[in-house]
Each structure stands twice: as structure tokens, then as C-alpha cells.
């Protein structure tokens, strides 16, 4: 299977940053093991071409998480983008609950209003003390570009444009970064400033010429050469993004000794001797005969009862 790659240009004077991704087999691996409803499929889509494209320029190594939750029939969607531009996605809905034909972010996942968007980076290796950073913001927009923007603003972040769309087969994204003056590029002679304005200005423009639908019909160096024809873009070495759980059988194994013998003893109960479980991320389906699950009981049977034991019950 070939990699859905990533591609990052700068404008010639060096103050725009464009990124470009269209996802498929990164995408589509996020469906081999759930189904989603269409409106799910186009939220989800959109968080992760846009967590993907927001990762592609961090410099730390650990992971991005872009999750969103409200009260609605969807709870919660969340997407993991690795500093090894390594991606997984999930989206979480509440039982019982009509699903919205139309609309956007409101629909699905914020009707009461209070829904919030949380932006964490997740460093690989904690320092002593070190803890995961937060930001969070209200779900305020109806799109996951809008409230991706107004999050940006609202963080003081570097002005930055968004364009997405998905479907089930495809998670495409567009960006826009206006980079800040390092004092290389730019000196401080307010004509410079102003003719970064004007090149920022010209590649909002430019792109806000996308029409509905063409993100995911077009190819980034097609989608590229459609908007940017004029301008002299410098390309940057695209970067693969690839589909990846972290889930195994050897991490279920792990959960299900920490439910402990009883627990353990009353699923297989109700299973006629077997455990399966799903991987909450990726859906995958996880199964123990009745072998494996009584072997894993008697593993438990003969190990010292540990405080992990008496703390879950
Ligand atoms: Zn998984």
C-alpha cells in the first residue's frame, strides 16, 4: 500500500506556509474495523486531515490530540497525530440517540451549546513532573475548519486558514500559516512587513477560490498548481502520513489481568468460555478461546493478589 503523503511549500518571500494532504489509505485504514455514519465520517475526516496538517510542523517529539466533545449524538471525536507523522482516529456515539441528516459540528456533537474542542500535546518522554499541555475552547462555528481557526486566534497562535472536507473515503485538508519574522527573511523596514500583508492576503484570496467538492477531487500538486499557478511556491520533501494503533494483544492481555480474577471469571461466564474485546481506538477485535481465557485465569490464580486488584473493585 503506498503512503498518503503530506506536502508543505513556502511562498518566495518565505512569509506563507501552504500545506496540502489528501488522505486515503491512512483514511480508509480508520474504517477496516468500524463502520461510521456519514456525517460522522465527514467530522472525523476533517479533524484528522486537519490534526495531521497542524502536526506536520511541530517540533517536539511526542503526539498531537485534537478532541472534540459535546452532548450531542455524537460524544466525542479525538485524533492522535505522532511526531513520526504516524495517525489514529475515533469517534464515539451515544446509544439510543437519533442521528442529525444535515448538519454540521452543532448537530452532532454540541446541541446543549457547552462542547469544547481540546488541543493537547503529549510529549513522548515526560520529564519528573512534566505533564501533557492543554487548551481548550468552546465549540463555537459549525465546521471543524472554524472552530480550528477560532482556536488558533484565540491561542495567539500564527494567523492560519483552514479548508476541509471528507468523506469515508477520503480526509482532505488545506493550510495556510503566515509564519512569524525571524529577522532573516524579513528586516523590519515597515515596506517589507507590508509586502508580507499583501502576499498573506493574496494566498487567503487565492485559496478561498476552492469550490465545494475540489479538495477531494483534485491531487495537492494538481489542487497547487490550480491556485498558486502565479506564484512561485518552493516545495518541501513530502512527508508519508501513515495509519497506526498502538493497540496489541499483548496491552489486551495486559487490561484484562488488571480486571482480576473475578471480573475475568463472570465475562467468560457470559461469553461460554470465551473474551472478546475491541480496541476502544481503532475497533479492532481482539479473541480468546476458551483455552486462552481459562489459561489466563489460572495465570492469575497463581500470582499473589496485587493492590491494582483491590483498588478496581
Ligand atoms: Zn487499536
Redesign the pocket.
Known sequence: MSDDLLKTYLFADRTVRVVGLNLEHAWQAAHQHQQYPEGVARLLGELTAAGAMLAANLKFDGSLLLQAQGDGPLSLIVVECRADKTI?AMAKLRENQPLPEHGGVQAWLNPGGQGQLAVILDPSRKQPGQHAWQGLIPLEGDTIAEILEQYMAASEQLDTRVWLEANEHQASGLLLQRLPDHGGALDQASETIEEATDTWDRACHLASTLRPGELLQTDTDTLMHRLFWEESLLAFEPQPVRWH???SRDKVLGMLRMLGTEELRDMIAERDGDIDVR??????PYHLDSVDSAALVRQLEQQPDTSEHGRLH
Do not use: E, Q, V, Y
Open positions: 489514529r494503533c498502538t493497540c480496541c476502544d481506538f481503532c475497533g479492532k
